[in-house]
């Protein structure tokens, strides 16, 4: 990493925390996250720390949830809004490539999010190793720092996808419509178009298949790698659980996050290559 | 092509789909020159500055600045680090401050931190540096924006409009730094709709007009070449006025002791030598024909001027 990408990284982190959004994804984070974990198993009838696996079910369906959501937010205009400032087209005639400038910039959002992530979700899990009295602290340990870890990874996904939404989009107000769509895209429609396919075909589509399409969402990935370990969850985790678990390892799954972050960075930086300002 | 210019710019076109908005423009911008680009809204002006700052590739022609295609030579050989540029329109990030927006600027390009503290003095801000940019008025902004254009004593400086906001102190404060610049053999493309005030700071005036050159040249050889007539205020009584009306010279009687002249500016000194003549005469004030109106002159005229002196070239369709 040269040292330029990191002064550009270093001064999109500094922006990110005094436009609090650092703070403010940290509370948003653990708010939801101590709320969800205290009321998660109000379904099956009881409120408080329950389960680690009904905790983790519960968080999960938040993480996919507003995860992307901020981190659209967060990024979507990190290209598109420098140059309605006319700081894009100066930056371009210093002594930096398009491809640091982004990189850069990227770093910058990732850490911010990584770092409010960790915060947010990190004092949520100290609460509930607090409360919960049954739950095994090495267990816990283990599934929630996975639980945190993918969260970041997922965040970065959606940045990477803000990257190319700005990079490719002429205004900011455009930028941001696009951005709701790969949300909603993501968040519901795909799963549900899935259903549809499962519904249509009757069951038809090969387990293998369909575990090979939920590849296609990393919000689906993401469920797969944080539920895959709980057999009892199953039924909560919604099309995840359909899958061969067999047919997807977990180093596939983590691959294919990482390949969802990288991919779209790419492309990102290639359009960005190619913008005429 | 001379290998010794800053810009060469060798029949440039560059289209914004139908659009030409740069189309067919040659021109060779010696170093350590300070240029006017003047032109009306849509001529050509940022379009042009664009592609000799390599964001813009031009459709078809050459452009070279100092040698290097800025379009595909990102490093220009190590000129970006000293390429100065203030963009039009330009608003920085508001969460900063006036300080940290330098800083960051500064350590993109490779300077010092002393020399950061030095232009902030020069450009006026010290006294706001620790405040966030968001809470800065117009005429701060722009000099935020010239700090960092003249970060690192720059070999070229292309500023866009740099006086849009700024208060006549620190216009003129500017005109004198690009003064001095221009002394260490900086080059300098000032683009500019503000004409009174930079004739006397600009070496020499590129009119653009839809995407052409309408005239180049010094201010005196556009002035000549216009024939635009210069203007004599008289104070007191010309007694011998036949004189005047045979050299071609319009007079105008302001009232009883004030008369206003209007002639060609060759006829200058043949006019002073016999105004001073003239007993009667208590005071001759003598202006020649101002930027703006060498300006409007040109961007008036469409006919072939092919008879004009050969010290400019005018181009035309
Ligand atoms: N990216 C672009 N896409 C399409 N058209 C463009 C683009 N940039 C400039 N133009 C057009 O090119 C022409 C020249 O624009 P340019 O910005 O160079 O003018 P200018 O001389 O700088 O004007 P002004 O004095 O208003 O700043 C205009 O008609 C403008 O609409
Ligand atoms: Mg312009």
Known sequence: ?277 | MKAKAAIHFDHVVMRFGKLRAVNGISMDIEPGQVVGLLGHNGAGKTTSIKMILGILKPTTGTVRVFGHDPAADRNMGGLREQLGYLPENLSFYPQLTGRETLQYFARLKGASGQEQKQLLEEVGLMHAADRRVKTYSKGMRQRLGLAQALLNQPKLLILDEPTVGLDPVATRDLYSKIEALKQQGTTVILCSHVLSGIEEYIDRALILSAGKILAQGSINELRQKARLPMTISVRGQIDNQDWLTAKGVTTRKINGSHYELSAAASHKLDLLRALANEKNVEDIEISMPSLESIYTYYNTIDQPTADRSPAVEVNHD
């Open chain 1, 1 to 277: 990493m040269t040292n330029k990408i990191l002064v550009v990284a270093a001064k999109e982190f500094k922006d990110g925390l005094r436009n609090r959004w650092v703070a403010g994804i940290t509370v948003v984070l653990a708010l939801f996250a101590m709320a969800i974990s205290y009321f998660g198993a109000a379904a099956s009838g009881m409120v408080g720390f329950t389960s680690l696996s009904t905790t983790i079910v519960s968080l999960s369906s938040l993480a996919i949830f507003l995860i992307p959501l901020i981190a659209l937010i967060l990024a979507y205009d990190s290209i598109v809004g420098e140059e309605e400032q006319g700081t894009l087209i100066l930056l371009l005639t210093y002594p930096l490539k398009r491809s640091e400038l982004l990189i850069g910039k990227f770093t910058g959002h990732a850490a911010m999010m990584a770092l409010s992530t960790l915060l947010g979700f990190g004092s949520a899990g100290l609460l509930i190793a607090f409360f919960s009295a049954e739950v095994d602290l090495q267990e816990l340990l283990i599934a929630y720092s996975m639980f945190i870890v993918t969260s970041i990874l997922l965040g970065w996904v959606f940045i990477a996808l803000a990257y190319l939404v700005s990079v490719i989009s002429s205004e900011k107000s455009k930028a941001s419509g696009v951005a709701l769509i790969i949300w909603f895209a993501f968040v519901f429609v795909f799963d549900l178009l899935l259903l549809g396919l499962l519904v249509a075909t009757g069951g038809a589509v090969g387990d293998a298949l369909f575990g090979w399409l939920l590849l296609l969402n990393p919000t689906d990935i993401f469920r797969l790698i944080n539920l895959g370990s709980f057999e009892a969850t199953q039924v909560q985790s919604g099309l995840a659980s359909i899958a061969d678990k067999k047919m997807i390892q977990p180093l596939v799954l983590w691959s294919a996050l990482l390949v969802w972050i990288v991919v779209p960075g790419f492309l990102a930086v290639w359009r960005f290559n190619k913008r005429v300002i």
